[in-house]
Nanobody
Framework: EVELVESGGGLVQVGGSLTLSCTASGFAFHDGSIGWFRQAPGQAPGTGREAVSCIGISDGHPAYASSVKGRFTISADNAKNTMSLQMSSLEPEDTAVYYC?????????????????????WGKGTLVTVSA
């Protein structure tokens, strides 16, 4: 059974840094993509989870939401089945529950997905709170 466990969330001040980690078990990193999605507190029902960043498992190619590009860095260690998200210059708008997600497929053109609709497995989430 695949399990994704996040760690590293917490309270940080505006402008601060935090690193989230995700450890996968029951799955060997081979292909597809793994990434981070987030959902802000009080979000309207049905709004869904925002894709923050994903990385291709086989080639390490990263993708970022425009709102975090230049501030967040995603990395994966396939040998250890772990993934990290280094977050810096944090803003109050980054406050959310961050979910680790595993997507086992690619689109028909071979590109990686980074969209909640294609997620095969979710972690339970870790809360990041950025205080002003």
């Amino acid at each position: 059974e695949v399990e994704l466990v996040e760690s590293g969330g917490g309270l940080v001040q505006v402008g601060g840094s935090l690193t989230l980690s995700c450890t996968a078990s029951g799955f060997a990193f081979h292909d597809g993509s793994i990434g981070w999605f987030r959902q802000a507190p009080g979000q309207a029902p049905g709004t869904g989870r925002e894709a923050v960043s994903c990385i291709g498992i086989s080639d390490g190619h990263p993708a970022y939401a425009s709102s975090v590009k230049g501030r967040f860095t995603i990395s994966a260690d396939n040998a250890k089945n772990t993934m990290s998200l280094q977050m810096s210059s944090l803003e109050p708008e980054d406050t959310a529950v961050y979910y680790c997600a595993l997507i086992l497929r690619r689109d028909p053109g071979g590109a990686y997905y980074c969209n909640e609709y294609f997620v095969d497995y979710w972690g339970k989430g870790t809360l990041v709170t950025v205080s002003a």
